[in-house]
């Protein structure tokens, strides 16, 4: 399917992406408060001829920058799900760049959510033998919004395809 094919009749249209709980700003903001922090114990350790503490300051620095710069890359994963009377279609790139791409059948695509909904229940996109994971990052309520609204698309698409056949 192509976009343009796309592009004609969707039912549905969704792009998510994890939520940022922190701004590159607010990011440089925390940055320089710890170095600060770490700066004006180094002079302190100094001046008692503690030499040796200023290298484990140096890496509590970094090991903060490195936890930052993990938790930003993983926010740049992102999922886009488009449904049509034809196909169902899963876009989605990885922290690491990679992206991959599914098509099933709307007609005989199922979208799933194990009951009772926890932190640990999945949205499942089922066709034949195949189950792809979608949406891990989101929250539960997102997840059932998420999948009511699917559901929703799946079946108007299924019954606008088929109400064409009929004709």
């Not at 484990?56 to 920058?65: P, S, T």
């Not at 891990?136 to 698409?157: P, W, Y």
Request: aromatic fraction near 10%; glycine fraction near 6%.
């Amino acid at each position: 399917m192509t976009d343009a094919d796309l592009n004609k009749e969707l039912y549905f249209d969704a792009l998510m992406k994890p939520n940022a709980s922190l701004s590159r700003s607010g990011f440089w903001v925390i940055m320089g408060v710890i170095i600060a922090i770490n700066v004006f114990s180094m002079i302190g350790f100094l001046s008692r001829g503690a030499f040796p503490i200023i290298g484990f300051l140096g890496l509590d620095i970094l090991a903060v920058w490195l936890a930052f710069k993990v938790c930003f890359k993983d926010q740049t994963q992102w999922t886009r799900v488009r449904i049509s009377p034809e196909t169902l279609r899963v876009d989605h790139r990885n922290p690491k760049g990679v992206e991959t791409h599914i098509e099933l059948p709307t007609a005989f695509a199922r979208v799933e959510l194990k009951e009772p909904v926890t932190v640990n229940s999945w949205v499942t996109l089922s066709y034949q033998r195949q189950a792809y994971v979608i949406g891990r990052f989101l929250t539960v309520d997102e997840r059932k919004s998420l999948v009511e609204a699917m559901r929703d698309a799946i079946q108007r698409a299924r019954t606008h395809r088929y109400a064409g056949e009929v004709e």
